[in-house]
């Protein structure tokens, strides 16, 4: 039986083997909270135990909530219900982004004066990488020069496909220069 319902926090049992560090995702998730309340429900299994949902939990105990919608599944065993609570976590993973279609939301946000601090993205670049036509003369580089750059997985992704034109050599003197450990 499936269904939503307002249920205690107090009542909800973590899942001791949740395999997920959330701590940071939690912080960021209580503004997405404060702002459009609580969109996605926990999901539990029949007896109260949390499959998918332990970081709306921290940030819905950050916001001193009481209470947090709940979708109540009855797991048909403990096999199914470990195996849903990795798969829930695991294919937001494997999704790719399309930067230039990110870029152009990004962009209409903010001409909506929208926070785009509650995307996850406070840390997008400000420079479209998509239509990028710098270029890096890695020979003349001196061999002291450095540069560091703090990217998310999801942009140091791309930057390595964009790399993928180039040959094993320029690949490893580039992500060097990017002030990456080869």
Do not use: C
């Amino acid at each position: 039986m499936e269904f939503i319902k307002e249920y205690p926090i107090d009542k909800l049992k973590v899942w001791e083997k949740n395999p997920r560090k959330n701590d940071t995702a939690a912080d960021k998730l209580t503004g997405i909270i404060e702002e459009y309340g609580f969109v996605n429900p926990i999901i539990i299994d029949q007896h109260g135990t949390i499959r998918a949902g332990h970081t709306r939990l921290k940030a819905a105990r950050k916001l001193n909530k009481d209470t947090v919608p709940v979708l109540i599944y009855d797991f048909q065993n403990e096999a199914q219900a470990i195996g849903y609570a990795i798969a829930d976590n695991k294919l937001s993973e494997i999704a790719e982004w399309d930067f230039e279609q990110l870029d152009e939301l990004m962009n209409e946000l903010e001409e909506m004066d929208f926070d785009t601090s509650l995307t996850g993205f406070e840390e997008m670049p400000e420079q479209d990488f998509s239509e990028s036509n710098q270029e890096i003369d890695i020979d003349s580089m001196d061999d002291e020069m450095k540069l560091t750059f703090k990217m998310t997985p999801e942009q140091y992704e791309f930057v390595v496909q964009r790399l993928n034109d180039f040959d094993e050599e320029q690949d490893k003197a580039l992500l060097k220069a990017l002030g990456y450990e080869i």
